[in-house]
């Protein structure tokens, strides 16, 4: 009899849903934990997102950098003969150069400040750009004084973002020479990079020949992007790249060098220690919130609670009752912290250019979180009615 009346009543539930002013202000305490520990996460996850951002859209089996880069924004180049040595090993179609300058560029908007941004260069003809749609875009950078204007640059430049017909007639100087804007792409910006210009390959010549004093611009690569032919023995061709370039080059898949950028920036940096910690500070707010929460709702039907263990209830029948109430919290609180988070993405994805994602992995993540806080703190919370003598409550 007891059994089918416990399974009859789901009291965890009527004792949340019974006062909806105390379960709405329990639902927007654990939401902003939730939010809390999200932001932290998205900042995380946007330092990494962002900075191999640029390694994402460009399109190659493997990459080659010198080995004295230790990140993407690190301008360590090499010569571009090991590329066409490169070239010549059987399986490789073809290898293109990509050329990044950063602390060269100076560039001003007429009627605002000169500022550094990121320019990105790429011989037109290499189709090595993902997003497809960027192809006609490309094509129309072939007299070598244009380029792409990364859509999420930041506004402190001036540009009139968004606005491509006014964009194109602003007045733009890069190292004290005329440049025009065309269009716009997404690309995004990051901790290092405020905003990014696509330039074919001529135009980086144009604009800075002091990459190399002296000599061809051109010649000192960033980034040797290899294509393989269909078919190709992947591993063979990469053992035999590393052999031919020795020391001198590190011969990198897609997949190895965004983890060696996200490991650099986990570790030998103190932002993504930080934003971890940040993340488990909102866990701690949580845990104490929470526990609020659960502490005030057994205090108040503590005389109930005792008439049940009078009755013969066993501390597993609380143990289950606490943990379901913790799970209903859980799923109260995630949603408004989920989607103020969304909110919150869109706007400072907006403001700063960063690309902050919310995904599948990272929203399962906070959950997990949030179910713990609650356990947490529903079982410390428990103690006092575990401890409790149904006698000392008549």
Same mark, same amino acid.
């Given at each position: 009899?007891?059994?089918?009346? $416990?399974?009859?009543?789901?009291?965890?539930?009527?004792?949340?849903?019974?006062?909806?002013?105390?379960?709405?202000?329990? +639902?927007?305490?654990?939401?902003?934990?939730?939010?809390?520990?999200?932001?932290?996460?998205?900042?995380?996850?946007?330092?990494?997102?962002?900075? &191999?951002?640029? =390694?994402?859209?460009?399109? @190659?089996?493997?990459?080659?950098? +010198?080995? =004295?880069?230790?990140?993407?924004?690190?301008?360590?180049?090499?010569?571009?003969?090991?590329?066409?040595?490169?070239? =010549?090993?059987?399986?490789?179609?073809?290898?293109?150069?990509?050329?990044?300058?950063?602390?060269?560029?100076?560039?001003?908007?007429?009627?605002?400040?000169?500022?550094?941004?990121?320019?990105?260069?790429?011989?037109?003809?290499?189709?090595?750009? $993902?997003?497809?749609?960027?192809?006609?875009?490309?094509?129309?950078?072939s007299d070598g004084r244009t380029a792409l204007l990364d859509r999420r640059t930041k506004p402190s430049y001036g540009f009139a973002r968004s606005d491509v017909k006014t964009l194109r007639l602003q007045e733009v100087e890069l190292s004290g020479k005329q440049l025009r804007i065309i269009d716009e792409v997404s690309i995004g910006t990051d901790f290092v990079h405020d905003g990014t210009l696509l330039f074919s390959d001529r135009a980086m010549a144009h604009y800075f020949p002091a990459r190399n004093p002296g000599g061809d611009p051109l010649q000192l690569v960033d980034l040797g992007l290899v294509q393989l032919a269909e078919g190709a023995d992947v591993g063979k061709i990469r053992r035999t790249l590393q052999s031919l370039t020795g020391n001198r080059l590190d011969v990198l898949s897609r997949h190895q060098i965004i983890a060696r950028e996200i490991h650099f920036w986990a570790t030998a940096t103190p932002i993504g220690i930080i934003f971890t910690i940040g993340t488990l500070m909102g866990l701690v707010v949580g845990v104490i919130i929470c526990y609020q929460i659960l502490f005030t709702e057994i205090n108040d039907h503590m005389a109930e609670f005792a008439t049940l263990k009078a009755m013969g209830y066993r501390?597993?029948?609380?143990?289950?009752?606490?943990?379901?109430?913790?799970?209903?919290?859980?799923?109260?609180?995630?949603?408004?912290?989920?989607? @103020?988070?969304?909110? @919150?993405? @869109?706007?400072?994805?907006? +403001?700063?250019?960063? &690309?902050?994602?919310?995904?599948?992995?990272?929203? =399962?993540? &906070?959950?997990?979180?949030?179910l713990l806080m609650c356990l947490i703190s529903g079982l410390i919370a428990l103690r006092k009615l575990l401890q409790t003598d149904p006698a000392s409550l008549f």
């Open positions: 009899m007891l059994l089918r009346w $416990e399974g009859r009543t789901p009291l965890a539930w009527r004792n949340l849903v019974g006062r909806r002013g105390k379960l709405l202000l329990a +639902s927007a305490g654990i939401g902003f934990a939730v939010f809390l520990m999200f932001m932290q996460i998205g900042f995380r996850n946007a330092l990494f997102d962002n900075t &191999v951002q640029l =390694a994402r859209l460009l399109k @190659a089996d493997f990459f080659l950098v +010198s080995p =004295a880069r230790y990140n993407l924004p690190s301008e360590q180049r090499f010569d571009r003969l090991w590329l066409d040595r490169a070239r =010549a090993v059987e399986g490789v179609q073809r290898i293109v150069p990509v050329y990044i300058e950063r602390s060269i560029t100076q560039l001003r908007v007429v009627g605002n400040k000169s500022r550094s941004i990121r320019a990105v260069g790429i011989p037109l003809e290499s189709g090595v750009v $993902e997003p497809p749609q960027w192809q006609p875009l490309l094509a129309m950078l501390d597993q029948y609380f143990f289950g009752l606490i943990l379901k109430q913790a799970l209903y919290l859980t799923l109260f609180g995630f949603l408004p912290g989920l989607l @103020a988070t969304l909110g @919150a993405f @869109a706007i400072l994805g907006e +403001s700063t250019g960063l &690309v902050m994602r919310m995904t599948a992995g990272r929203m =399962a993540l &906070v959950f997990g979180l949030t």
